[in-house]
C-alpha cells in the first residue's frame, strides 16, 4: 500500500499535485480541509465549528482531524493507498497517524514538502479567493497568519519524518508537469527502496 503526505503552506499547489497523483497511482484522496467543509455545507455542529476557527486561520483540533482520517480508512478497505493533503500539520498529528496506520496494518511511505516562499503564496491564495469563496483567502490578514502558523508549527513535522528518512523537499515554483514528474520520481525511488515491512505482510497488506 502506498501512502504519502504531501506537505506545504496554504496555495503551495497540493491540491493539484493531489489530484494528479490520485490519478497516476490510483489513491484515494484525504483532504482534512474537504471533509470539513463538506461538513460545513451540511452544517453539522462538527462543520460549525470548525467554520468560526477556518474563518479565523486557526487549526481544527486533533481529535476531530483524527476521528475523520479514521473513518475514512474503514471506508476504503480495499484502497491501493492514500494520499494525505495538508494533514498532519503537528508532531502530535503525524504521531497519531502512524499509531492509526499501524492499526490497520500499513504505514506512511513517504512525506513530500512542495516549498514557495511566503509573498508568492499571498499572491497565489489572494487570486484563488477571487472565485473560491473561501473567507481565509480573501484577506491578506489571515492568509498571512496561516502561513506563520505553518512556519512556527506545521514545519515541524518535516523534522519528525525525516527522522524516519522519508521527508523529501520539493520546489513548488515552476511548470505543474514539472513538478509533478519530479513528485512521481521521489516516490518510485522511494518504492524500489522500502521493502514490504513483516507488520503490513502479517495483516495482508502491501507496504
Known amino acids: 500500500m502506498l501512502n504519502i503526505v504531501l506537505f506545504g503552506p496554504p496555495g503551495a499547489g497540493k491540491g493539484t499535485q493531489s489530484q494528479k497523483l490520485i490519478t497516476h497511482y490510483n489513491l484515494v484522496h484525504l483532504s482534512t480541509g474537504d471533509l470539513l467543509r463538506a461538513q460545513i455545507t451540511q452544517g453539522t455542529e462538527l ?3 470548525a467554520k468560526k476557527l477556518m474563518d479565523e486561520g486557526l487549526l481544527v483540533p486533533d481529535d476531530v482531524v483524527i476521528g475523520m482520517i479514521g473513518s ?3 471506508t476504503n478497505p480495499q484502497a491501493s493507498g492514500f ?7 503537528t508532531v502530535a498529528q503525524a504521531e497519531s497517524l502512524d499509531r492509526l496506520m499501524a492499526a490497520h496494518g500499513t504505514h506512511i511511505g513517504c512525506m513530500i514538502a512542495l516549498e514557495v516562499q511566503e509573498e508568492e503564496l499571498v499572491k497565489r491564495l489572494l487570486e484563488r479567493g477571487k472565485t473560491s469563496n473561501r473567507p481565509d483567502d480573501q484577506d491578506e490578514t489571515k492568509i498571512r ?3 506563520t502558523v505553518y512556519n512556527t508549527e506545521t514545519a515541524q513535522v518535516a523534522g519528525y519524518y525525516a527522522t524516519q528518512q522519508k521527508f523529501h523537499a520539493l520546489n513548488g515554483i515552476g511548470p505543474i508537469e514539472g513538478i509533478f514528474g519530479q513528485i512521481c520520481g521521489l516516490i518510485d525511488q522511494h518504492q524500489a527502496a522500502v521493502p514490504e515491512t513483516p507488520a503490513a505482510a502479517t495483516n495482508g497488506v502491501k507496504a
Open 72 to 74: 475514512a480508512l474503514e
Open 47 to 49: 462543520g460549525l465549528k
Open 83 to 89: 494520499i494525505f493533503d495538508g494533514f498532519p500539520r
Open 145 to 147: 497568519r496561516r502561513v
